[in-house]
Structures are given as C-alpha cells and as structure tokens.
C-alpha cells in the first residue's frame, strides 16, 4: 500500500464499483492512507499486515478473486525520510529498521547480537557487499566498547572499515549494509515467492499481477518466480513483460528514488 499514491490514481481510473484492498505492515502508512483516501469510501479497504497473508486479508474482507494484484515492494520515501525510523543514514537517528515498530527485532538488536559469520554473511547475500567480511568485522570489535545505536554510528563504522576509494565512490559506502540489514530485519525476501503465488491464485482469468521492485535480488525473485509459473505444465500465468519496465530519464530526473524501480507483469490464463 505505501502511502496512497498507487492506490489513488488507480481509484481515480476506476470503473464504478471497483475496490481497491490496500494492505501494508506499517500502522503509521495506513493511516495516512486512511485520510488521503477517505474520499473514496468504501471503495478503498485498508488491511494492516504482511502481504504474505494476503489470502487471509481477502478472505476476512469476504473476497474470494481479484481483477489485479500490484506490489510495490521495498521501503516509502516517508519512511527513509524520517530519521526515527533508522532506515536511512542521512539523517542521524536510532538504529530500528522495522517496517513495524510494534513487533520484532530492530536492526540495533540484529547488529549488536549477530556473530561475526552471520553479520557477514546477511551484508554479502542481501546486500551483495564486496567488503562485507570487513564490515562485520570492524561492526563486531566497536560493539565491544559499546552497544551501536544509531544510523549515525553505523555508517561511520562502515566508512572506516572500507577502503578509502570506496567511501567516494558512486554510490555511499554504508547503502549495500543498510539494505542488507533492512531486508533481514523485516524478512522481505522469504516471503515474495509465496506472495506472488498466493495472488496468482486469487487472479481472475485476465487478471494481471504487477511488481515493482528497487534492488536485483527481489527482481530476481519475481522474474523467477513469473518464469515458473509461466513454464509450468499446466502454465497458470503469461509474461507480459519479457523485461523489466524501468523509468525514463525523465522521470529519473523529476524523482531521483524512481531509477532503480524494475516493473514485471504477468496476466492470468484460463484455469
């Protein structure tokens, strides 16, 4: 769900009497939603939780298929922008992390109780980190001194732990262990596959499932994920995108965030 903006311009382009089911894990998202979007009434179902139960969210809203399924995985600019959340380096704030500050480990929690192995091994798999052994390493002897609490003291830990020519680099030193440790805290990529499944499953024939995703290994998961259940014996998907859609130029240009954003669609075929 995020923050609305899918969700309204596909409310505004609406037949009469479509509903739209937004489901996201963050309270503070669905309320803003909730507001945004209180001019469409009861056209507009919002559903806080994880968008692997999506089946369980249909069916306690009484809806058995649907005309189309979009996911838009990853983190909302609100979310990055706010320094209490911890998802972002620029701004100094504490080291949390969670989609869903009401359940789980934070990223402090993860980062000052990982051993040395694990640490290493979630920077290199989720965050495809070259100098991820180092990372861990120097994250290991600083939390000796003291506990590591904010975004602020991580990134200066990693800029210390990488060469010099890395920390100038195109992108910033610290982006790949963020990302690393977000993803592990909120456990996003265990549950795509599933996901992606489940909302095959409730597509109507001609129905179509979308997916954005902002990094290669989630693109990675939908693409193999679509190719499978496009290839299987008894096929249940087409692709409609041989490759991703990525944005324009322009649109880089206009929202910066937009340029590593992969679009994937599949279309139901006849059961």
Known sequence: MGYGGHAELLLEAAQP???VIGIDRDPEA????RQRLSRFGDHIVLRQGNHRDLKQHLAEVGIATVGGVLFDFGVSSPQIDNAARGFSFQQNGPLDMRMDQ?????AADMVNTSSESVLADIIYQFGEERYARRIARAIVQERQGHRIETTGALAAIIARAVPASYRHGRIHCATRTFQAIRIAVNQELESLEPSLR??????????RICAISFHSLEDRV??????????EPH???SLCTKKPVVPSSEECEVNPRSRSAKLRVAERQPR
Do not use: N
Request: proline content about 3%; aromatic content about 2%.
């Open 17 to 19: 009497g479509t509903r």
């Open 102 to 106: 009401s359940i789980g480990p934070t």
């Open 30 to 33: 669905i309320e803003v939603c």
């Open 222 to 231: 939908v693409k193999h994920t679509f190719r499978s259940l496009a290839h």
């Open 235 to 237: 096929a249940c998907l």
């Open 198 to 207: 489940d909302a095959t499953d409730v597509l109507l024939e001609g129905g």
